[in-house]
């Protein structure tokens, strides 16, 4: 390997401007870790609250942005089985991604599902790691549940949208723009409610509630979706887009048996983020594999236009995941 590679950073905290290329030493995987060789790096939300100061990496993270990669493993640590120089893989990030080489933890290292390319795949473990541990794991979704995933159209709804549906789901989404709610209802989608012509919450009250909702715009949404609940059900947050804060009266919660739970990812211990790997490679892979489920992508932009792709992310007229191509 090089000494140095082509990175991005942050300069400053701010506006998708303050991405600047830079040049850093690559770095060398310690005990447990592999070196990626980055083709492509995905976009997420967490790297645009990153760059604008309100989401700090845990210790001993990379201080470049991005959570997740596909590539080559150009290095491996000591006590890492399973994983060799040459292997391609898709791998979720503890930061770093947003370079030409990243350190991970070998466990959180996923192959390359079939007939799946490495730009396709770079798209997975953000999302797949978030929809899988909080829609199946903290959410508890079954098989004929009515789910309600706000931000359809975004990378974590067209996840979830898929996995539901192919659990077995009744799955509801909101978007929009017809254009977006004609992508929700095309990857398995019962309803589309475009939130400016319709209530949410009364089409799920009139489906007789929602057993689970994945919300991830938060403010205004948390009372209503209180609302939109069925009877014992469930409400998980994962990001808050209109903000952490609202009033809710706890007798509903009470009364009716509600859930109010969430979870951030990033912040999880490596061997949580482990054993999710583990069931997404049980679970989700091969439903990835025999093409029943595939990520939807927007576009993508070199690495140096990184300051694009975000402001593309936070205009919010995307589909799907956008990704940066690191190696040109």
């Known amino acids: ?106 466990a959180h290292c996923l192959p390359i599902p079939d007939g799946m390319g490495l730009r396709e795949a770079a798209c997975l473990p953000e999302t797949f790691f978030t929809v899988w541990t909080n829609v199946f794991g903290r959410g508890g979704l079954q098989a004929g549940e009515r789910f309600l995933v706000h931000g359809g159209s ?26 977006k709610c ?12 475009n939130y400016r012509d319709e209530d949410f919450v009364e089409v799920m009250k009139s489906e007789g509630g929602a057993n689970l909702i994945l919300d991830m715009v938060g403010g205004s949404y948390i009372p209503r979706n209180i609302r939109a609940l069925a009877d014992d059900g469930r409400l998980v947050m994962i990001a808050f887009l209109e903000g952490p804060k609202a009033e ?14 969430g979870s951030t990812l990033r912040p999880q211990s490596d061997l949580a983020k482990a054993r999710i790997a583990e069931a997404l490679r049980a679970e989700v892979w091969p439903l990835l594999s025999s093409g029943r489920i595939a990520p939807v992508m927007d576009s993508d932009f ?10 593309r992310m936070e205009g919010s007229s995307h589909i799907g995941k956008i990704v940066l191509d690191v190696a040109g």
């Open 1 to 106: 390997m090089p000494e140095t590679m082509r990175a991005v950073e942050i300069s400053a905290p701010g506006g998708p401007e303050v991405l600047t290329p830079a040049t850093r030493p690559v770095p060398a995987p310690a005990a447990g870790q592999v070196v990626i060789r980055v083709a492509w790096a995905g976009v997420n939300r967490p790297d645009a609250l990153q760059r604008a100061g309100s989401y700090n990496p845990p210790p001993g993270a990379s201080d470049l942005p991005g959570l997740e990669a596909s590539g080559e493993i150009a290095a491996v640590g000591a006590g890492v089985s399973g994983w060799s120089v040459g292997d391609k893989v898709c791998a979720l990030l503890p930061g770093g991604g947003y370079a030409e080489y990243v350190a991970t933890p070998a």
């Open 248 to 261: 809710l009266n706890f007798a509903q919660i009470m009364a009716r048996r509600l859930t109010v739970t």
């Open 302 to 311: 070199p690495l140096e236009r990184a300051a694009e792709a975000h402001a």
């Open 154 to 179: 975004s990378g974590i709804g067209t996840t979830a949208i898929q996995l539901a549906s192919a659990r077995g789901a009744r799955v509801f989404a909101t978007a929009g723009s017809e254009a």
């Open 182 to 193: 004609a992508a929700c209802l095309e990857l398995g989608a019962e309803r589309a409610i």
